[in-house]
T-cell receptor, first 112, second 113 residues
Framework: SQQGEEDPQALSIQEGENATMNCSYKTSINNLQWYRQNSGRGLVHLILIRSNEREKHSGRLRVTLDTSKKSSSLLITASRAADTASYFC????????????FGTGTRLKVLA | DAGITQSPRHKVTETGTPVTLRCHQTENHRYMYWYRQDPGHGLRLIHYSYGVKDTDKGEVSDGYSVSRSKTEDFLLTLESATSSQTSVYFCAAGAGGRTYEQYFGPGTRLTVT
């Protein structure tokens, strides 16, 4: 079964708006990562947040982590058409290994 | 792509035939992974490797085997392809240590008829 489940499955917004995606997971983690996948391409790492961090920023990306609720959110501010992609969270399941489990993804469409 | 290549990029094969997919990396990363991506399932880990000749199963390993005889190459073999193995296969690599990021290849689209 999937460790991470993204919500919503699909999201459509206007350029300039903010996009928020959520990820819920089932077991304890050491860290959580977010990846982006453009259509027909491999995944690209966006940001990592460790279990002892609550918030992290990278450019227009803001990630939060609530370990008590076993959830994370990815916020993309001032979205652009180029942000159109699928976004995945990945968790290590607290395994202490480098083996990750990916969620099912959120498909984001940014309309120009 | 951090130097991750996959071959072939597309393949059509018949049920029952063996198939080998190749992943090659140029960054000397310790960890390598094979995933499959199917609609509604996201990415699922098939096998991963934590060093030369060191491999471990993922969540969907049945019907697949892997080999890693050199740091730069990670092979995925479908011993006897089935239609349920029609999918897009992604290879990834990661350095390990304090770095958890994975670098992905462009994918291989496999169709089993």
């Amino acid at each position: 079964s999937q460790q991470g489940e993204e919500d919503p499955q699909a999201l459509s917004i206007q350029e300039g708006e903010n996009a928020t995606m959520n990820c819920s997971y089932k077991t304890s983690i050491n860290n959580l990562q977010w990846y982006r996948q453009n259509s027909g391409r491999g995944l690209v790492h966006l940001i990592l947040i460790r279990s002892n961090e609550r918030e992290k920023h990278s450019g227009r990306l803001r990630v939060t982590l609530d370990t008590s609720k076993k959830s994370s959110s990815l916020l993309i501010t001032a979205s652009r058409a180029a942000d159109t992609a699928s976004y995945f969270c990945a968790t290590d399941g607290g395994s202490g290994t480098y083996k990750y489990i990916f969620g099912t993804g959120t498909r984001l469409k940014v309309l120009a | 792509d951090a130097g991750i290549t996959q071959s072939p990029r597309h393949k059509v094969t018949e049920t029952g035939t063996p198939v080998t997919l190749r992943c090659h990396q140029t960054e000397n990363h310790r960890y390598m992974y094979w995933y499959r991506q199917d609609p509604g399932h996201g990415l699922r880990l098939i096998h991963y490797s934590y060093g030369v000749k060191d491999t471990d199963k993922g969540e969907v390993s049945d019907g697949y085997s892997v080999s890693r005889s050199k740091t730069e190459d990670f092979l995925l073999t479908l011993e006897s392809a089935t239609s349920s193995q029609t999918s897009v296969y992604f290879c990834a690599a990661g350095a390990g240590g304090r770095t958890y990021e994975q670098y992905f290849g462009p994918g291989t689209r496999l169709t089993v008829t």
